[in-house]
C-alpha cells in the first residue's frame, strides 16, 4: 500500500523484541510497507511524539511498569491527530471498552488478521481529519485575517459568531447579543429590517455607528441564517473629502485665476490713464479725485495678488529659511495683527526648522492666520473676550503616506516642519471646518472670503499642507506642513522598544481617533484599553486585574480634562506614564508643571511614528 504522505511511519510500543518483529511481519503480510519504531517506557513515547509526526501509535495494553493507557494519556497530551491502536493477547471486554472511551481509534488481539484493515482504515480517516482541519485552519485564518468585520446569526437573531476584526470596530466581545443589539446604536430602518428575519438578499449600505462610518453587506445562508460582513471606511470617507475639496479648490482656482487675469487688465488700463491723466491737469480737486481713483484701483490689485494665490499662480521668491529664527523676527508685525487686548505668544522648538518659502508670502500667512484668530475671539462684532489667547508654534515631525495623504492628498511622505496658529475663540461646526477654505465663502459681515483661500493656495503652490482642528466654544488650531530640508544623517533614530509586556489605555471620546491609536499600538505588539470618557476610564482601570503601565488620554474629554484623569489614575497606580493628546498644541493647553504630573505630549492629528516615539520613551523611563 502507498500512503498519501510518503511512507507510513509508525510507533510501537511494545516491551518485547519478539512481539515487535512479529507486528511488523504481519503488516508486510498485509501489504503495508512502514518504518516502524519501538519504544517501551513513558519518556520514550513522550520524547518520540515530540521529536517528529508519526501516522499511527500501535501499543500493547500490558507493559511491565508501565501501561497502554499511561501511553494513550501522553498522546492525547501532545496533541497528535493520528490513530491509537491497541493490540494485546487477552483482555477483557470491558478494558477494551475503557479503552475506546478515553479516545483509542481500536482494539485488536495480537497476530489477529483484523489488524491490518483496521490500521488502513484508521489512516484514511486520519488522512480525512486532517485534511478538514488543515481546510478549517484556512477558512478560520482568511475570516480572522479579514479587514472586514464579520459575523453570523441564526433563524432567531442571534448572532452565533463574530471575528477578531469585528469585535475591533464594533469595539465589544461577542456575548449573548442578537444581531440588532449587536447594532443597536445604528440608526435608520432600513439597517433595523434588514437585521431581522427573514433575511433577505442585500448587496451594500451604509450607516453610521459610534461615530464610525460603516459599509454592510448581508448574505442568507441555506440554514436561514445569514452572513453579514461590515467594514469601517471613515478614514476612507475622510480621504474622499479632502480629495473633493483638493479638487474643488483647484476647479475654483482655475476660475479664479481667469477671473484675475481679465481683472488686471481692467486695472492696467485704469491705473495707466489715470496716471496720463494726472500729468494733463493741474494741482487741485482732480487730481485729488485721480488719488481716489488710484488708491481703489491698487486695492484691486492687491485683491487680485489674493485671487492668485488661490489660483496658485502667483509669483514666488522661495528662500531657505529657518522658521524660528524668521517667525522671532517678525513678531512685532503678527503682535500688531493680533491687537492690544490678546495675548499671542510665540513657541517654535522644532529642531530642524529649515524650509524653502517666499518670506514676504509666510509673513502674509501668518497675519491672516492671526488676524482671523483675533477675529474668532471677538463678542457679536465687538473687541477679543478678556482671556483671548493666541499661540504661534513649531515643531518637526514624519509622515507616512497615508498619514501625509489624509493632510492633503499631493503630499508624500517625509520629514515635515509644522507651523501651528491656535485661539480659543469659539471654534466652528464641521460643516463649516469642511467649507473654510473655499474662495469667497466667509461667516463674517465683513471681508472678502479670500483670507483663509489665499493662505491654503500659497502653501500648496510651496508643496505643502493645511490641516484645521477646531471645536465649538473651545477653539481653532490651523496647522501648516511644509517639508523640511533635513540632511538624512540628521533625523533622529528610531527610539527602541522596551522589553516586556505592556498595558496601555487610550481615552479619547473621538471613535475614529481611539481607532487609529489602538491599531497602531497593537500593531507595535502593546495590549490595549479604551474608553470614551474619563469616567468610563476609570471603571475599566477598577475591572482590570493587572495594572496599566501607560495611559494615553485627549486633554478635553466630554466629562474630565485629562490632567485631572491622570492624577486621579495617579492615586491608584503611582508608576503611571502619562501622554497627552491634542489638537491645540502643548504650549497652548496649559498643562499642569512636570513637578506635579510627569507626561509627555503628541499633537494632533496623531501621526503614528511620534505616537510610539513617545511612547517607547515613556515605558522606557518607567523602567529606569
Known amino acids: 500500500m502507498q500512503f498519501p504522505g510518503g511512507t507510513i511511519h509508525i510507533l510501537v510500543v511494545e516491551d ?39 501516522d499511527a501509535i500501535i501499543s500493547d495494553y ?15 497530551e501532545v496533541g497528535r491527530l ?61 475570516v480572522e485575517s479579514s479587514v472586514s468585520g464579520i459575523f453570523c446569526a441564526d433563524c432567531a437573531g442571534r448572532v452565533t459568531f463574530l471575528n477578531e476584526r469585528g469585535e475591533e470596530i464594533l469595539g465589544k466581545a461577542l456575548g449573548q447579543d442578537s444581531v440588532v443589539e449587536l447594532f443597536s446604536q445604528a440608526r435608520g430602518a432600513e439597517i433595523a429590517q434588514a437585521l431581522r428575519p427573514p433575511y433577505l438578499e442585500i448587496e451594500t449600505f451604509a450607516f453610521e455607528l459610534d461615530g464610525k462610518d460603516l459599509h454592510m453587506s448581508l448574505r442568507p445562508l441555506q ?22 475639496l483638493s479638487q474643488k479648490m483647484e476647479a475654483l482656482g482655475r476660475l479664479a485665476s ?61 528662500e531657505t529659511i529657518e522658521l524660528r529664527h524668521h517667525v522671532d523676527s517678525i513678531q512685532p508685525l503678527l503682535r500688531q495683527a493680533a491687537g492690544p487686548h490678546v495675548e499671542l505668544e510665540i513657541r517654535c522648538e522644532a529642531e530642524h526648522d529649515r524650509v524653502r518659502f517666499d518670506p514676504n508670502l ?23 473676550a478678556a482671556g483671548s489667547r493666541i499661540v504661534i508654534s513649531c515643531a518637526d515631525v514624519v509622515l507616512d503616506e497615508t498619514q501625509a495623504t489624509l493632510i492633503d492628498s499631493r503630499l508624500g511622505p517625509g520629514h515635515f516642519v509644522t507651523l501651528a496658529v491656535s485661539d480659543n475663540g469659539l471654534g466652528m461646526d464641521e460643516e463649516t471646518r469642511l467649507r473654510i477654505f473655499e474662495p469667497f465663502y466667509t461667516t463674517k459681515s465683513h471681508g472678502t472670503g479670500l483670507g483663509l483661500a489665499s493662505v491654503y493656495g500659497t502653501v500648496a503652490q510651496s508643496g505643502g499642507g493645511v490641516w484645521v482642528y477646531s471645536e465649538l466654544n473651545r ?25 516586556g509586556d505592556y498595558l496601555l489605555l487610550v481615552v479619547d ?26 469616567q468610563e476610564a476609570l471603571r475599566r482601570i477598577e475591572d482590570q486585574s493587572r495594572s496599566v503601565d501607560l495611559l494615553v488620554s485627549d486633554v478635553v474629554l466630554p466629562d474630565l480634562i485629562g490632567p485631572d484623569l491622570a492624577l486621579h489614575l495617579r492615586d491608584r497606580l503611582p508608576n503611571l506614564a502619562v501622554i497627552f493628546t491634542s489638537g491645540y498644541g502643548a504650549e497652548f493647553c496649559r498643562l499642569p508643571p512636570p513637578e506635579k504630573l510627569s507626561h509627555r505630549f503628541v499633537d494632533k492629528p496623531i501621526h503614528s511614528g511620534d505616537l510610539l516615539r513617545k511612547v517607547r520613551q515613556a515605558l522606557s523611563d518607567k523602567n529606569r
Open 82 to 142: 493520528i490513530p491509537f491502536l491497541f493490540t494485546s493477547g487477552t483482555v477483557g471486554e470491558q478494558a477494551a471498552v475503557e479503552c475506546m472511551r478515553r479516545g483509542a481509534q481500536d482494539f485488536v488481539l495480537k497476530g489477529h488478521k483484523r489488524l491490518v484493515p483496521a490500521l488502513l482504515r484508521e489512516l484514511e480517516e486520519s488522512q480525512k481529519r486532517k485534511e478538514a482541519q488543515a481546510t478549517q485552519d484556512r477558512h478560520r485564518q482568511i
Open 475 to 499: 477653539g481653532t488650531t490651523f496647522k501648516i506642513y511644509l517639508p523640511c530640508l533635513v540632511p538624512p544623517e540628521q533625523i533622529p533614530e528610531e527610539v527602541p522598544k522596551p522589553e
Open 362 to 384: 509666510l509673513l502674509q500667512v501668518l497675519i491672516n492666520l492671526t488676524v482671523n484668530a483675533k477675529d474668532a475671539m471677538k463678542q457679536q462684532g465687538e473687541r477679543p
Open 258 to 318: 481667469g477671473v484675475a487675469h481679465d481683472f488686471n487688465n481692467t486695472l492696467t488700463v485704469i491705473l495707466g490713464f489715470t496716471g496720463l491723466l494726472r500729468e494733463e491737469l493741474p494741482v487741485g480737486n482732480a487730481q485729488e479725485l485721480l488719488s481716489l481713483v488710484e488708491d481703489a484701483a491698487e486695492r484691486g490689485s492687491a485683491l487680485s495678488r489674493q485671487i492668485l494665490a488661490v489660483a496658485r499662480q502667483q509669483e514666488l521668491n522661495l
Open 16 to 54: 518485547t523484541e519478539v512481539d515487535f518483529e512479529l507486528l511488523v511481519l504481519q503488516l508486510l503480510e498485509g501489504g503495508v510497507h512502514a518504518e516502524c519504531t519501538r519504544v517501551e517506557t513513558a519518556q520514550q513515547v513522550r520524547d518520540a511524539l515530540e521529536r517528529q509526526d508519526w
Open 223 to 244: 440554514d436561514g441564517g445569514v452572513l453579514g460582513q461590515f467594514t469601517d471606511v471613515t478614514r476612507e470617507r475622510s480621504l474622499e473629502q479632502r480629495l473633493v
Open 509 to 534: 471620546d473621538c471613535t475614529a481617533t481611539r481607532s487609529l491609536v489602538r491599531e497602531v499600538l497593537q500593531r507595535d505588539g502593546y495590549q490595549v484599553l479604551e474608553a470614551a470618557s474619563g
Open 62 to 76: 500490558s507493559l511491565p511498569g508501565f501501561s497502554g493507557l499511561e501511553a494513550l494519556q501522553i498522546h492525547r
